[in-house]
């Protein structure tokens, strides 16, 4: 079955203990994304990934890290989390076309 | 730079109303538009998408939209609401660049549909 998959699904950690949420993908796809989802505010892009090894920052980079080592996986890394990162936070793929297909999210809590 | 807005983040409709979800967009070049709908503790699913051709475009659960490129919208519409439509709505729009799939969203509408 083709998907996207986040681990964990719900997380509460406390401020500044390092955490990674990973994200891996079975499509073979080149696109892969970050995004955090906020009342109010949609969804915003953190980081994004054309391919392997090739990563960019999106609308709300500060904070987070990504590293796309294989091009199936493409892990978030918030080193000192912080409050003001509990938030919804979904990762997504695809080829070209723009049509992204989404995890099923993973919910963040900073104590 | 683009943008999208979604008027009104929350929208109540009686069971077999139409619905009606407002989205506005702003983009440099000519946009590529999604409707997604998330359901409760789910992630993200497309509804219909909007790339290039015919500007009424046709989704899943008979959910349609339309492009209007001199109104900058891409309303979404469902003739008759089921109470399983009740979801989050987003509108996306897209610009291809040498950026890649940069999906700008806007703020979402809560959906509730009233037996």
């Known amino acids: 079955e083709a998907q996207v998959t986040q681990n964990p699904r719900y997380l509460i950690t406390v401020t500044g203990k390092k955490l990674t949420v990973t994200c891996s993908q079975n499509?073979?796809?080149?696109?892969m994304s970050w995004y955090r989802q906020d009342p109010g505010l949609g969804l915003r892009q953190i980081y994004y990934?054309?391919?392997?090894?090739?990563?960019d920052k999106g609308d709300v980079p500060e904070g987070y890290k990504v590293s796309r080592k294989e091009k199936r996986n493409f892990p978030l890394i918030l080193e000192s989390p912080s409050p003001n990162q509990t938030s919804l936070y979904f990762c997504?793929?695809?080829?070209?076309?723009?049509?992204?297909?989404f995890g099923p999210g993973t919910r963040l809590t900073v104590t | 730079a683009q943008s999208v807005t979604q008027l009104g983040s929350h929208v109540s409709v009686s069971e077999g109303a139409l619905v009606l979800l407002r989205c506005n967009y702003s983009s440099s070049v000519p946009p590529y538009l999604f409707w997604y709908v998330q359901y409760p503790n789910q992630g993200l699913q497309l509804l219909l998408k909007?790339?290039?051709?015919?500007?009424l475009v046709k989704g899943i659960n008979g959910f349609e939209a339309e492009f209007k490129k001199s109104e900058t919208s891409f309303h979404l519409t469902k003739p008759s609401a089921h109470m399983s439509d009740a979801a989050e709505y987003f509108c996306?729009?897209?610009?291809?660049?040498?950026?890649?799939?940069?999906?700008?969203f806007g703020g979402g509408t809560r959906l509730m549909v009233k037996p």
């Open positions: 909007y790339t290039t051709g015919a500007t």
């Open positions: 499509m073979n796809h080149e696109y």
């Open positions: 997504a793929s695809s080829f070209s076309t723009s049509v992204q297909y």
């Open positions: 990934s054309m391919n392997v090894e090739v990563t």
């Open positions: 996306a729009v897209s610009a291809y660049n040498n950026a890649g799939n940069m999906l700008t």
